[in-house]
């Protein structure tokens, strides 16, 4: 059976002359044993909530896992498939992809993103445990992981949070095998790696990864450890090649034809590229039966259970109908109270409306609760043996959050949000681009938006960072101006196909949106918040807390006898997303000028070669907020000033102010 | 003494109305004792090379720092810059600030990552030992670290890559207070720290963090190790202060002038707010005596030293005289050979060249040495014990690598360089941000820039790195598109002062530059690669493997009558910087589109309101190269296309094509 996966994963390989079959040649047996002896999946029924979770962390080795698909069943994993491995539009990608195929859990390949997101999804099995019992929800999470993943520092803060948080039915298999890509890891680790997850209160086991009775003895005292288990599996990577066993150069290379048919020799495998043996083929039915079995038996007990319609909708993930009713009254009720709040307040307003009405969702904060505002009344805290709260306490790892609320999300039954400060999204770019390529409802609360933060300075106050996240594909980012676009972005945020970032002051700002409330404007992304009076002369365009200064440069230049409108544009995304008449009447035929305390890159599109940006071309500074709004010339008479000059002079660039 | 420590943070956060009083309070013993008895620095020499190094990795406790230099001596850290805490341009940031003030080592404040750039500190002391011996190179390096900064991922990395170099002078003084921002760290970790250190080879320690007898004791231990020092000093938080020692509340806010009171009530501390009783200061003034002595000392052994002047020659890190010639040289070579490389295979080339002119030069990889070709002939392995190396085996651990790389760089001594895939700048991000924060000069070898890495697919692939990276104010972002131009951005990065990224590919490209190099054309950032014959119908702006693409579409547009010039632009920072009139001729007058195999945010600026963009407007794909460029339409055709869209339909939008 092992071999049959080594062999589906050589042949791939080399029919793609691209890949890497030292892993799935060393990891066979032990995949072998898992998927054998133990994995609940129904290939016939890939979505079957209570199924076991597999992640695959070392995602280069993904004809493993294509292999293992193929061979327990999946209907779309086809021979043609593997025989397509690598190519353009085929399921079998480089690395896993979530949604490419079917039981596929997660998208891995930027190394330790695999091993912490499966804590998320742990953490959401014993989550739902809580609220919905052992009937209903009680699987194992299994992960595989190399040296690779245990190097990245995500690893550490995705150890530390499980074994805090005692994820019991967490069960790692390290393919402890020597070699990474340079060449022996002694190149440059001396770490004992059991000791290190002893140390974050890990259950740990080592094991012979190629003596299948030891696997599965091993696997079997995992089961019964009341803590998260990490089996260190001692295996030879590139196993079964006479030249290149235990050589890095197995890794990522294809093996050759020579030392293909001498592997084949060595492991005593006669079948033709891609074909597996009838017998053999028999021998990996057990695993589909036995899933066949588990999830009709889970079925009868779901029929059964009067918590049924609760865990269909929860697994479903709508919100339910009265949301949009509720969050346009209370968008209403915004409006007409107009109060002067930062933003991150207004965010944690909006949440104490939402938790409320939901309690689809999950909090958290990488130990900034009380900055961040993530946290509202009567939510508890998650913590071991108390997994019916809803707050997670993710200590100051925003990596691992980042992480864990892809896998939370993926696993279905909450919708994840987690805050810190905005240049703190530096520390999670992998798991915040993750979230986007995988498309996952996950919301980023990111606070202290700009030099606005103050006196923390330089490295707390971002300034490339909404360009970095406007850049990247398939990530909605919010920047809203007041309480009422903060409301909405909430709800836009909630019921999205993909994941967010709500960008929130720390300062305060008024309501802007007074008596504005009949519509989701941000839903467009970017509209006139204040229309010029008749003609329009000039377009002041602003994000979040810029838009107060733009409301205020309007209102002078209209007494100086210009016209401006003002465009508040709390998504760009969106913005760019409308048709492109909408896009030029919000935008006018006049000049414009952009405001933003950050850098202009992503501000350069709305602004057209006329355009000019009044913001940071540097780093920020540590000082009073207001002062630094004045030094770095971000003020209501800057954009005056320059509203004047673009007008009066008529002056027109040939390109877009250049940033010194 | 230890009492002046915590007053003088008290007073500073209450007269600033921000800031973090509980750390140094917690930490005023350890500090006092370390500084004391221990650290060796001169303030009236703070650069002397031989220095011991200190650095706050948790920096929100600054005024820690501050009171320190004030209280041994430092000329400019005044008790007016005292009072000036966290004001606009004080020396006195909310964190310490590299360059801000004298002694300051490096900036700190993003958690761990001064934990991480001690380790490389703590590594130049060992490589520059090893080449110049203990007469002239022999310090210790001494960290303070939080909580914070032991969750962040970065930790382990730089825990695991320490051990393993065993570097004995490095001495870490953990702040084990029990309390982060949210409360109590049961709130979030489980982690036996020490026991953590032990398991990636570190010597560990406990001790009472307010008895300073035992401090004593354990500094004195840890300067005998043959291993790096973790001591856990069991601190209070807010230390002497009646209702928030112990409690989260003293470690970002003002006491309050109530609470002020009642601590120097209970500590004793009589003097005025900003005042040090004269006995104190002089009890200080051991500190400046120790270390004035020391370099007295240590200024006869290198007026000695037969290795003096090429000690002061690498410490003053120039590259010497014939490095322009050499580099011309080899230019020309380049122009004159026409080698067809992939960039990354070039980048080889050049560092051979290099690193046979200079051993200033320390090169290292994140695990992907064969891949980003970083390791030169000669160039021996930096291990435990053979410090005497130039390759640092960084391992799977990018972000540890930038942070070790500003390090190095900011000890003295040394240029380094590393290399990972561009996809992968995501891990490191918060250090890349350090390095430009600082100034300092590292060079980020990032390769596989793009789709053209082809088959290892969407997480593997770049899209928006190279604008979140042309975003990041202060870096040099190299985008070469052939031999010649690598070698120019090669030269240019080692001698500027500020980082660079090389960003390279992994797939063959011509030369383009044949016959063309009297002059390092790239130092303008952009420039008329081909000029169009005669008038200038269309100008084709491009980068790296684009260019390519840029060339055959001019010579097919020139065959139909089209007259294109080819722009290639190998650093948008460079371009931007130079005169109006040079950008405006090189960017010509007629209608421009910009090709490159990513997101096209960063060229907008240069595109104006008529450009277009041909490149990615969405995640990538795993297949092969030549087939992910024709499905996603970056190919001569589509440029030839659009050309003749802009010119034959006299096209022009009232604002850049918007992404879909």
């Known amino acids: 059976m092992a071999n049959a996966i080594r062999f589906l994963a050589i042949d791939a390989v080399q029919q793609a002359n691209s890949g890497h079959p030292g892993m799935p040649m060393g990891m066979a047996d032990v995949a072998t044993v898992l998927f054998r002896d133990f994995i609940t999946i129904d290939p016939a029924a890939p979505e079957w909530p209570d199924r076991d979770r597999f992640v695959l962390s070392n995602g280069h080795g993904s004809m493993l896992l294509y292999a293992l698909h193929h061979l327990v069943g999946y209907p779309d994993m086809t021979v043609e498939q593997l025989r397509s491995f690598r190519q353009l539009g085929s399921r079998t990608a480089g690395h896993p992809e979530y949604g490419h195929a079917l039981g596929i859990e997660t998208t891995t ?127 030879t990577i590139g196993y079964g090649s006479p030249k290149l066993a235990g050589s890095e150069k197995s890794h990522g290379a294809p093996l050759g034809s020579e030392e293909i048919a001498a592997t084949r020799a060595q492991l005593g495998w006669n079948s033709e590229p891609f074909s597996v043996p009838q017998a053999v083929l028999d021998e990996w039915k057990v695993v589909a039966e036995r899933g066949a079995e588990a999830r009709r038996q889970w079925e009868a007990r779901h029929a059964q259970s009067p918590k049924r319609e609760e865990f269909d909708s929860r697994l479903a993930g709508a919100l339910g109908e009265g949301f949009s009713a509720l969050m346009a009254d209370f968008r209403r009720q915004l409006a007409s109270d107009g109060p002067k709040l930062a933003t991150r307040k207004s965010s944690e307003v909006a949440l104490g409306v939402i938790n409320d009405f939901t309690d689809l969702t999950v909090g958290g904060s990488a130990d900034l609760t009380h900055s961040v505002f993530t946290l509202t009344k009567g939510m508890g805290d998650v913590q071991a043996g108390a997994y019916d709260g809803r707050y997670i306490r993710y200590g100051i790892r925003e990596h691992a959050m980042g992480a864990v609320m892809n896998g939370l999300s993926l696993h279905g039954g909450f919708i994840p949000y987690g805050g810190t400060f905005l240049v703190f999204s530096d520390y999670m770019r992998s798991s915040i681009r993750l979230s986007a390529l995988m498309g996952v409802r996950a919301v980023y609360v990111l606070t202290h938006d700009s030099i606005g933060l103050g006196e923390d300075g330089p490295t707390h106050q971002p300034i490339e960072h909404l360009t970095m996240l406007r850049a990247t594909p398939n ?50 992304g970017g509209y006139i918040l204040r229309d010029a009076p ?125 940033l010194s």
């Open 475 to 524: 990530l909605l980012v919010f920047r809203p101006a007041d309480a009422v676009e903060t409301a909405e972005a909430w709800e836009i945020a909630l019921t999205a196909n993909r994941p967010s970032v709500l960008s929130l002051s720390r300062q305060n700002l008024p309501t802007l949106r007074s008596g504005d409330a009949e519509e989701n404007r941000s839903r467009r």
């Open 109 to 235: 390949g930027p190394l330790g993103q695999g091993l912490a997101t499966a804590v998320g999804m742990a953490l959401a099995e014993r989550m739902l445990n809580a609220r919905f019992g052992d009937d209903l929800v009680n699987h194992h999470t299994y992960v595989f992981c190399g040296d690779g993943c245990l190097m990245e520092g995500i690893s550490q803060e995705a150890i530390d949070l499980a074994g805090h948080l005692r994820l019991s039915k967490l069960i790692v298999l390290f393919d402890d095998n020597g070699i990474s890509i340079d060449g022996s890891t002694d190149l440059s680790t001396s770490t004992d790696q059991a000791r290190r997850f002893e140390a974050s209160g890990w259950n740990t086991d080592r094991v012979d990864g190629h003596d299948q009775a030891a696997i599965h003895a091993a696997i079997m005292r995992a089961r019964f450890s009341d803590r998260p288990t990490m089996i260190a599996c001692r295996t």
């Open 534 to 658: 008749g003609r329009r002369d000039v377009t002041l365009l602003a994000a979040g807390s810029e838009v107060e200064i733009a409301v205020q440069a309007a209102g002078i230049l209209q007494e100086q006898g210009v016209a401006a409108a003002v465009v508040s544009v709390p998504s760009h995304e969106l913005f760019l997303e409308q048709d492109a008449a909408y896009r030029a009447d919000v935008l006018g035929k006049g000049p414009r000028i952009a405001i933003e305390a950050g850098g202009g890159m992503s501000w350069d599109r709305l602004l057209g070669a006329e355009g000019r940006f009044i913001g940071m071309t540097s780093f920020g500074a540590s000082g009073p907020a207001a002062q630094l709004y004045a030094h770095f010339g971000i003020t209501t008479e800057k954009v005056v000033t320059a509203a004047h000059e673009m007008l009066e002079t008529g002056r027109r660039l040939a390109e877009p102010e250049v």
